[in-house]
Every structure is written in C-alpha cells, then in structure tokens.
C-alpha cells in the first residue's frame, strides 16, 4: 500500500509538471502570427529604441535655456548665479530627473508587454509626443518660476501620459498575447493589472496635486515634484515603518515579481546603456551649436575689417575652439569610463539606475560649463568663477559613476563578473578608472582657488592631460600596486603563477585587455 501510495504521490507530481510544461510550450510555440488570430504583433524592439533616443534627447535638450543665459561681461557671476542660473539649474535637474523617471516607468512597462500591435504603438507614440512637449514647460518654469503656467503645463503632460500608460496596460491585459509569458501562464492577471495601474497612477497623482497647490502655494509644488523623483524609496521606507510600528503586513508573493520600488529591482542594462549613450551623444552634439551660431564671421565684416582674410579674422575665436575641443574631449572620456563600468555589470537595479541617473543630469550641465568657460574675460573674477563651476559639474558627472560602481560591488555576486569583484584581476584598475575624473577636477578646483590667476591654463591642462592618463593608466595601477606590495608585503610570494591557474570563468575578455 504504501509502495502505491507513493507512486500515485509521484504520478500526480508528474501530471502537474507536463500540466506546466505544456503550458509554457504551448506559449512557446504559438507564433505572434497566430496567437488569438491576430497576425499584426512584432517585437518591441524598435520602439523601445526609438523612445529611448527621444526620451534622451528630450532629457538633454532641457539644458539649453540654461546654458544660454547670457551674463554680461561688467557684471558679477556670483550675483547672475543667484539670481539666474541658480533658479534655472535647479529646475533643470529637478525635469531631468522627473523625465528619467518618466523613462524608468516606460522600461518597467515594456518588460511587462513583449510585443505590440499598431494600436500599441500609435498609443506609446502619444506619450513620446507628450514627452516632447515638455522643454517648452521647463522654460516657462525656469524663465517664470514664480508663474504657477509652466508647472501646471508640466504635471498637465505628466498626468496626461499617465492615463495613456494606464490606456496601454488594459489594452495589453485585453490581449494576453502581448504580455511575457510569466504573466501569460499565470492566473493572478488581474492582480497584475491592478498592481501595476495603481503603481503607474501615483506619478500622475502627484502632479494632481501639485497642479492645485500650484494656485495657492508655489514652493509647495515644487517639493511635490521633488517628491516624485525620490517616490519609490519615500515609499518603501513608510511601508517598513508600518511594518515596525503594526508588524509585517503579508504580501502576495506575485506583488514581488512586478513593479516593487526594492533597489535592487532589476531594471532593462540593455535600455540603460542605450539611453546613457544617447545623452552623451547629444551632449557632445550640443557643444558644437554655439561655434557654429557665434564663430562664424559675416562675409562683410572679414572683408572691412581683415582684408578678407578669414585666417585672420578666425584667430579670435581661439579660446572657443579651445574650449569646444576640451568639452567634447571630457564628454568623451566620460562616455568611455561609463562603457567600461557598464561592459563589468551583468544586472542592473532601480538604485544604480537612480545614480546614473545624477550621473547624467551632471552631464548634461557640461554646455553650460562649456558656454561660462570661454565667455569672459582672461583673468577676470567671472572666469575663475566659471572654471570652478565646471570643475564642480566634472567632479560629480563622475563620483556618481564611481558610486554606481560601489553599490554593484556590494551586490557583486549578482551584478559584476567575477575578474572585477574585489580582489578580482581587473577590481583596482576599474576603481582607479573611475577616480580619475573625480579626483583631477577636485584637485583641480583647489587649485584654481590657490592660484587664480592661473585658473584657466590649469584648466585647460587638466583636460589635455586626463586623455593621456587614460592611455598610462594600467601602467601606473601596476606600478602603484608593485610599490605598495614591496613596502608593506616585501615577502609575499609572486602572485603570477596563481593567476595563471584561475579558471576560464575569472580571465579576462580580450575587448577588456584592449581598454
């Protein structure tokens, strides 16, 4: 009997396993052409990549009304600033970082719904042009900030995508066939599409009531729009005080699966890495407008003024071009330290996506540091002063890539490969990589307020050196560690014959060694 009972135990154990296995097949197999009859499904790929471009852009372009703040040249930076720039490069953040959010809630969508139909993707084209829409409310907002018509413009566009993204996710639960296979075969769908509306509703609540405090408090809906950014750990950090003063509140264990606000959520490394790359791009684009638009002569002015001579007229633009190559120069090298981090990373989670997200509101200042840099006068007061604010701009464009690299080492055995974790073949000289740019323009800026008199050549030094201490930089690790190894571990036994013994998992790829 008991030899009976067990094989039925295993029968029906079997039974339950092809039950899930024909099911997952059956997802499988069905092609898009022919799951529920409808033959117009296609891979999202291309909207994706589409939105992330526009996305970037739009996230980028938000720096121009600031960057072209125009300071006269008898007139004090420290008062422009306070009185301009610093009102505008605060709202400037504060959108960027509202649109990323924006974008962060798009991936998290899209790794919900795999495929689209036409109406999907005139839907998600609804939001993209909202989204578009929104350089014209941050410059109401930073030219009139104490005008309550840009914010309400702004949370209009917020709460407007919001009820399409909501539009979009009935939609998809309506037609199965759209969503990834997870939710496909799982029977909460409808706890899913509740979880997941009551999530995308709470951006656009908040810009509700930011809209009615906008009449009565303005200061007050600024903080709200703050409040947004920093929404899913204001909201973790409630619930875990909830659970400290009522004790734990049970969850659905498929409320774990789908849009939690836990840091470590992963988010698309695919979909961060293409939107980074495109502000960078557009950054780096960005730099050459103003050479283009100021330092082209007009054809009469070369004529009566230089002989025609456009050599000659040109010579004056020379700390403009300088400073256009120096820019475009840093951009670059910071687009190179980001591609070497992210080429180590194997997860990417909600917190380093937040970082990088700083990370690149910092780079997209680097038009304004560009524009102050070569605006006034040599030697001048505003000079140094605007030196200084780009070093400031570098030094964080660059510790919240060095962050990002701290939080993927707590979590290493998730997010790194194994040749960078700590005590990995590659860990030191990622971390110096990393550093580099923080430490140069730290130093830098003390050293601009030591001698400031000769803040500019040290700036422009700074950034021709960096590209050659990127090129030596293995070197110097290896000759850092090799010296730090004879002063304090002088008899540790050679570590190369180890290293040649590690197995295949922990060596380095060879487009690692080309960096």
């Known amino acids: 009997?008991?030899?009976?009972?067990?094989?039925?135990?295993?029968?029906?154990?079997?039974?339950?396993?092809?039950e899930k296995k024909g099911a997952r097949s059956h997802a499988e197999s069905v092609s898009p052409f022919d799951r529920e009859g409808h033959s117009g499904t296609q891979s999202s790929h291309r909207l994706l990549a589409y939105s992330d471009a526009l996305i970037s852009i739009i996230a980028t372009v938000m720096i121009l009304p600031v960057s072209h703040t125009k300071v006269e040249d008898n007139e004090e930076l420290r008062e422009s600033v306070q009185l301009l720039l610093t009102t505008k490069i605060a709202v400037y953040l504060m959108t960027f970082l509202i649109v990323t959010v924006a974008w962060a809630a798009h991936i998290r969508l899209f790794q919900v719904i795999v495929r689209i139909d036409d109406s999907l993707a005139l839907l998600n084209l609804a939001c993209m042009m909202l989204i578009t829409f929104l350089p014209y409310t941050f410059s109401l907002m930073a030219t009139f900030p104490k005008?309550?018509?840009?914010?309400?413009?702004?949370?209009?566009?917020?709460?407007?995508?919001?009820?399409?993204?909501?539009?979009?996710?009935?939609?998809?639960?309506?037609?199965?066939?759209?969503?990834?296979?997870?939710?496909?075969?799982?029977?909460?769908?409808?706890?899913?599409?509740?979880?997941?509306?009551k999530v995308i509703m709470r951006v656009p609540l908040m810009c509700f009531f930011a809209s009615i405090f906008s009449f009565i408090f303005l200061q007050l809906s600024y903080v709200l729009l703050a409040i947004v950014i920093f929404l899913p750990y204001i909201s973790k950090s409630l619930k875990w005080c909830r659970s400290k003063a009522i004790g734990q509140v049970e969850e659905t264990p498929d409320s774990m699966l789908f849009y939690t606000y836990l840091p470590n959520e992963p988010l698309s490394k695919d979909r961060v890495e293409a939107f980074s790359d495109g502000v960078y791009a557009i950054v780096a684009t960005l730099l050459i407008l103003d050479i283009c638009t100021d330092n082209v002569p007009e054809p009469a002015v070369v004529q009566r003024k230089f002989g025609g001579s456009l050599i000659a007229a040109l010579q004056g633009y020379g700390p403009?071009?300088?400073?256009?190559f120096g820019s475009f120069v840093t951009v670059g090298l910071?687009?190179?330290?980001h591609h070497s981090l992210f080429l180590h990373v194997t997860k990417t989670?909600?917190?380093?996506?937040?970082l990088n997200t700083f990370s690149l509101a910092f780079v997209g200042g680097l038009p304004l540091a560009y524009q102050l840099t070569h605006e006034f006068p040599h030697n001048s007061r505003n000079e140094l002063e605007a030196i200084q604010i780009s070093c400031v701009i570098i030094f964080f464009a660059g510790i919240f890539q060095l962050a990002i690299w701290v939080v993927a080492l707590y979590n290493e055995q998730e997010t790194l490969h194994p040749y960078v974790r700590y005590g990995g073949r590659e860990h030191v000289f990622m971390l110096a990589k990393l550093a580099l740019y923080p430490c140069v323009a730290l130093g830098t800026f003390f050293l601009t307020?030591?001698?400031?008199?000769?803040?500019?050549?040290?700036?422009?030094?700074?950034?021709?050196?960096?590209?050659?201490?990127?090129?030596v930089l293995r070197l110097l690790v290896r000759v850092a560690l090799a010296l730090l190894r004879l002063?304090?571990?002088?008899d540790r036994p050679d570590q190369r014959s180890v290293v040649e013994e590690e197995d295949d998992e922990t060596?380095?790829?060879?487009?690692?060694?080309?960096t």
Not at 320 to 324: F, G, I, P, S, T
Not at 507 to 514: C, E, I, K, Q, S
Request: charged residues 15%.
């Open 349 to 354: 989670t909600r917190f380093m996506g937040l």
């Open 449 to 471: 307020c030591i001698l400031s008199k000769f803040s500019a050549p040290i700036f422009h030094l700074m950034e021709i050196t960096v590209p050659f201490a990127f090129f």
């Open 1 to 18: 009997m008991a030899g009976n009972d067990d094989s039925d135990i295993i029968e029906h154990h079997v039974e339950e396993e092809m």
């Open 147 to 197: 005008n309550f018509l840009g914010i309400l413009l702004f949370c209009g566009c917020v709460m407007v995508m919001g009820i399409i993204q909501s539009v979009i996710v009935l939609y998809a639960f309506s037609r199965p066939f759209l969503l990834n296979e997870q939710i496909q075969i799982s029977e909460n769908q409808t706890f899913y599409k509740h979880h997941i509306l």
């Open 334 to 337: 910071l687009w190179f330290v």
């Open 487 to 490: 002063i304090f571990c002088p």
């Open 507 to 514: 060596r380095v790829p060879f487009n690692a060694l080309v």
């Open 320 to 324: 403009e071009y300088l400073a256009y």
